[in-house]
Structures are given as structure tokens and as C-alpha cells.
């Protein structure tokens, strides 16, 4: 999603611009530029494309001034185009960076336009910029204008602006779009979030829905809605320079999928008690209280949660609902039925997932938001926070926090199965034995980049692939192909493997690839008459299982195996050359792997 940033009160502030830009390329992006007041004027440089054009336009013009604010834009409303890029200037008295959609922006526009402002790019976001022009216009103070501009917008929105007359502040507000104030010693700073601030400062200040503040070198003046002044308190982020480099892999991808032992260990130390015992961070009364789940998440968080709802039902019998989060609110769900809803999202920020569980918070659920992102608006808005400690992921496609989601999950379903008394004590055990094992495990179904590269050589010239999945590996199947067709284009279905019967075998034909992915359970044998069924056809099995299983699908043309697992955690242990499969795939292809077309790490629209 786009990305902001501001300094103001730091000389020739352009660079460090740049500098935090870069720490937002994760979030996808397909123009940038940023803007400084130099003293006279606003010095302005965009360009479409990655940051080195930008880059390279400002070394032969470099922007001078101590305030100014950059941004990294992902189209929506308007095509890539310079004219588009932000920062937007009115009048050249008012300039502007949006995250978000202003959903009114039409009618604005064209009540704008007929009073004279004239408009130089399709986006919603310049609207913003002639608002405040016609409000100073009006003669309206600082405060008056920005509750005016405020009043007039609908929609989902994090901006600031910069004023001719105002050089020494920025003006930012936000309303569901995330959007952190840095505070440094001589000067402060604005992100879209604190990872873009990270080498500035680590005291950050979030604002709440609907706060406006001036920001200035001296810190930040922060109001609610109405305009009355508040205090937001300061924290300090966890986010550290170091955390946001490749370590020598090629991509940030494949620093990540290298990262999961670690991930998955720091994700269990946040589950487990003072006894050693996996629990969940909640009182046994809590749990207990927990009669039924709706899970709300999107993309690759949802797959989580469609392998959680087998756990969940199957260990602790409580009943478990599955929701994308951009379809939940707006189908007026029954919300009768469960107590809490648990909202899923790496980035703590999707705004489908966001929204989605305030929706369940209005309707009486209890909320718990599994982030990664510590100090995210979800984390900061559930009641209660369940999380993944996988450290910020960088590659747009999720990795590391898919596999710390799961860890956390399956904790969570053995905790509330106990308390349930829906489990033996010698099961609980055993489970508990394999997820501490997990760690290890992970790291072993590392090893298979050697293993997987043929397979990948051969899969980057198909043009679809089927990934088939039975019981719990069925999401994963669907996480499969989710990671396959976003990081290296080829189309790519995951479908449950006893469905296949039931249509899908019809797109079989020969040389097809067919991921198929295999544990020892109680399907086995089932899943793998369904696999023999796709290879009579034609189909080509490319198994990833378990050691255990492999001898039951001797017709498959290639396989990777992992440690052998109980089958309920084979879902995180499969999830490793699923990953590795799509990325080397991508690379096989020469795709952009940490930012694939059209993609965003963070998506706050809806
Ligand atoms: C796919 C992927 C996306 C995200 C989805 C939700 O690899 O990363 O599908 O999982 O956009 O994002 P979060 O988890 O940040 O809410």
C-alpha cells in the first residue's frame, strides 16, 4: 500500500526521505517522489517506476530544505503516470501525500473545479490539496482549515500536508489508514509506519481514528475530531535498524522462509508459560469462556486460519467459522452464535481485517488480534492480542509470519482443548512435544533448495499448475497455489484432493504439474487414489510429504520429503518447499519476488 513519510526540522531533509522511503518499498508501490519547502518554494521530484529513478533524479537536482515529506504510490484511482505520483501541490501553496481512498473525491472535484481549482492528475488524493487552499481562502486558522478539510472527506485516509505559510509543520490526519509520528531529539518525523522511521527515532506516537496534528520540530500537537487538543501517549517501537536488511540472501523472501525456526521459536516463547507449558496469553476462565470462533483475515492469513478451524474443532470441540475478511461485514453475518472472533493479519493493518473485527467488536464479540506487528492499529484495537514474534517480513508474499501464525494457532487450540477437558492429558503431551520440536523440524525441511531447483526449472515453463491437498493440508494446498501464482504469475489452483472427482479433474491433461501435498494421517490412502486418479490422466505429481508416506504414491514423478511429523502439525512442516517451490519458481522466472506486480504487503483500502 502507499507509503508516507515526512521530516521536519532536519536541514536538507531530502535524502533521509529517500532513506525511509526505502525501508517502505515492502509495502508495494509503483511511483514515488517527495517534496521539500526550501525557504521561497516547493522543491518537487516524482517518478514512476522503483526509488533509483527517483534516486537518480535527485542526485542531479538535490531538494534543499529542512521540512518535506515523500511518499510511495500504488494506483488506484488514476493510472501510473508522473502526474500522478504524489506528492500534489494546489495552487503552489499546498502540497500533499494520501494513503487511503477518499471515497467522495468525485463530488469534491467537481464542486472544485467549478469554483476554479485546477486539477493536474486523476488521483482522489488531490483533492485534499485544493480543500485546504479553498479553506485558506476562506480565511480559516491552521485548526479551522484541517477540521473544515477533515469534515468534507469520506473514506479511509492517512496524509500530510505542507504549507506554503507554515514551513516549519507538518499538518497529518489520519482515519483508519495507519500513520506514526517519530519524535527525535532536533527534529520529528512521520511514517505510514514506524519500520520507515526506524533509523530516526524509536519514540513514536500513533494517532487514533479521526486525529489530526502539527507536527514541528519540537514534537507533535495532536487533536480529536472535534479539535479539542489530546494527549496520545509516546511508546517506544521495537523496530530496530538492523532488522530490515537482506543478510546476504538474494531476496528478502528467501532471508524469510530461512528465518521460520526462529520465528516459530520466538512465536511458541510468547505461548508458553512459566512452566514450560505451551498455554495461550490468556486466564484458564478466558478460555473457557470461548464457545465459539469466527476467524476474520485475508490472502494468506485466511489459509492460517482455514488449517486452524481443524484444529480448533478437532481438538477442543468448539465450533469454528472461517470468514474472508472483505465479504464479513457486508453479508450482515449472524454473530449470535460465537463468542470471540479472532482477526488475523501479519501486518495488523489489512483493512478488510480491521474493519472486519470491529464489525465482530459492535455485534458483542469478544476480539483477539493475531499480529505481527506489535504496536499495529488491530494489535492496539482488540481486546486482547495473540502474538506471532516472526519480526517485521519484508518480502510482500508472507512467509515466516504464515508458519508463526500457524504456530500460534495450534497453541492455541492444544491450550483451549485442556481447559475444555476435550483432550487427554497424554494427547496434550504429545502434541505439546511436537510443537517444541517444531524449531528443529523447520530447519531440517530447509535443506531442500537443492532438492526443489529441478523442480523449479521445470515448473517455471508451465503455464497452470493444481495443488491438491486432503483434510488439514487442504488450506495448505490453497496456500500453495496462492504463493505460486503471486510470485511467479503462472495460474495456479489449490483444490481440496477428494473434490477433484466432483469437476476439477476435467482441466487435467498431459504433463499438467500437480502439487500434491501428503501426510500419514487417516486419509492417506483416500488422497493418494485421488493423486493416482490426476497421473492416470496425464497429470504430473510433484509430491512434497512426509517421509513416512512416500512409498504409498510411487507414480509420482518427483518428491520432496520433510521429518516425519504428527499429522496435525504437517501443515507448518509442508508449508516450507511449498514456499521454496513458488520462490525458486520465481526466480526460475525472473519475477520481481519481494515485490510482485500489482502487489501490496500492507493493504489498507478496501
Ligand atoms: C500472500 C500475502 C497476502 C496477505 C494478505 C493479508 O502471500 O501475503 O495474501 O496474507 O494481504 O495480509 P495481513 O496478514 O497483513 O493482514
Not at 478539510?149 to 479511509?156: K, P, S
Not at 472461517?322 to 453479508?331: G, Q
Not at 505460486?484 to 472427482?501: D, P, T, V
Request: proline share 4%.
Amino acid at each position: 500500500m502507499c507509503g508516507i513519510v515526512g521530516a521536519v526540522g532536519l536541514a536538507n531533509c531530502g535524502d533521509t526521505l529517500l532513506d525511509a522511503l526505502r525501508r517502505l518499498e515492502y509495502r508495494g508501490y509503483d511511483s514515488a517522489g517527495i517534496v521539500t519547502h526550501n525557504g521561497a518554494g516547493f522543491e518537487i521530484t516524482r517518478s514512476i517506476g522503483k526509488l533509483a529513478s527517483l534516486d537518480s533524479l535527485i542526485r542531479k537536482n538535490p531538494l534543499s530544505g529542512d521540512v518535506g515529506i515523500g511518499h510511495t504510490r500504488w494506483a488506484t484511482h488514476g493510472g501510473v503516470s508522473e502526474a500522478n505520483a504524489h506528492p500534489h501541490i494546489a495552487a503552489e501553496r499546498v502540497v500533499i501525500v494520501h494513503n487511503g481512498i477518499i471515497e467522495n473525491h468525485r463530488q469534491l472535484r467537481a464542486r472544485l473545479e467549478q469554483e476554479g481549482h485546477l486539477f493536474s492528475s486523476d488521483t482522489d488524493s488531490e483533492v485534499l490539496a485544493h480543500l485546504f487552499v479553498e479553506a485558506f481562502d476562506a480565511g480559516l486558522s491552521l485548526t479551522e482549515a484541517t477540521k473544515s478539510v477533515l469534515a468534507a472527506i469520506e473514506g479511509a485516509y492517512a496524509f500530510a500536508a505542507l504549507v506554503l505559510d507554515h514551513r516549519d509543520m507538518l499538518i497529518v490526519a489520519r482515519n483508519a489508514s495507519p500513520l506514526a509520528i517519530g519524535l527525535g531529539d532536533d527534529a520529528s518525523f512521520i511514517g505510514s509506519d514506524a519500520i520507515a522511521l526506524a533509523h530516526l527515532t524509536r519514540r513514536v506516537i500513533y494517532l487514533k481514528d479521526n486525529d489530526f496534528a502539527f507536527v514541528t520540530a519540537e514534537g507533535a500537537a495532536v487533536f480529536d475530531a472535534k479539535g479539542t487538543p489530546v494527549n496520545r501517549e509516546e511508546v517506544i517501537v521495537a523496530a530496530s535498524q538492523g532488522l530490515v536488511d537482506k543478510g546476504g540472501y538474494r531476496h528478502f523472501m528467501e532471508k524469510e522462509i530461512h528465518e521460520q525456526p526462529d520465528a516459530i521459536a520466538h512465536s511458541l516463547a510468547a505461548m508458553t508459560g512459566a512452566d514450560g507449558r505451551i498455554s495461550a496469553p490468556m486466564s484458564r476462565d478466558q478460555l473457557h469462556d470461548i464457545t465459539g470462533i469466527v476467524m476474520l483475515a485475508a490472502g494468506t492469513s485466511h489459509y492460517a486460519s482455514l488449517v486452524a478451524r481443524y484444529w480448533i474443532e478437532g481438538l477442543a470441540r468448539v465450533p469454528v467459522t472461517c470468514e474472508i475478511a472483505s465479504e464479513y461485514r457486508y453479508r450482515k453475518p449472524v454473530t449470535s452464535s460465537f463468542s470471540t472472533a479472532i482477526a488475523i493479519s501479519q501486518s495488523g493493518e489489512s483493512l478488510d481485517t480491521l474493519m472486519a473485527m470491529r464489525h465482530a467488536g459492535e455485534n458483542d464479540l469478544q476480539t483477539i488480534g493475531l499480529v505481527n506487528v506489535p504496536g499495529s492499529t488491530i494489535a492496539r484495537e482488540a481486546d486482547a492480542v495473540m502474538p506471532t514474534r516472526a519480526g517485521p517480513e519484508i518480502g510482500v508474499a508472507s512467509t515466516k509470519a504464515f508458519t508463526a501464525q500457524l504456530t500460534v494457532l495450534i497453541s492455541f487450540a492444544v491450550a483451549l482443548a485442556e481447559v475444555k477437558g476435550a483432550i487427554t492429558p497424554q494427547r496434550a503431551d504429545e502434541i505439546q512435544a511436537q510443537i517444541q520440536a517444531m524449531p528443529g523440524l523447520v530447519g531440517k525441511a530447509l535443506t531442500s533448495f537443492d532438492a526443489i531447483r529441478p523442480i523449479a526449472h521445470d515448473l517455471a515453463s508451465a503455464r497452470s499448475a493444481l495443488f491438491l491437498g486432503r483434510d488439514v493440508l487442504f488450506p495448505l494446498a490453497l496456500e500453495g497455489a496462492l504463493k505460486l501464482k503471486e510470485l511467479s504469475y503462472i495460474h495456479a489452483e489449490g483444490f481440496a484432493s477428494g473434490e477433484m472427482k466432483h469437476g476439477p479433474i476435467a482441466l487435467i491433461e498431459d504433463a499438467l504439474p500437480v502439487v500434491a501435498m501428503l501426510a500419514a494421517d487417516e486419509v492417506l490412502g483416500k488422497a493418494a487414489s485421488n493423486l493416482r486418479e490426476a497421473s492416470a490422466r496425464g497429470g504430473r505429481i510433484i509430491l512434497l510429504t512426509e517421509e513416512k508416506a512416500v512409498a504409498e504414491v510411487d507414480f509420482a514423478e518427483s518428491v520432496i520429503t520433510v521429518p516425519n511429523v504428527d499429522p496435525l502439525l504437517a501443515p507448518i512442516l509442508l508449508a516450507v518447499p511449498a514456499q521454496i517451490l513458488a520462490y525458486l519458481t520465481a526466480v526460475e522466472k525472473g519475477t520481481d519476488v519481494d515485490q510482485p506486480r500489482n502487489l501490496a504487503k500492507s493493504v489498507t483500502v478496501e
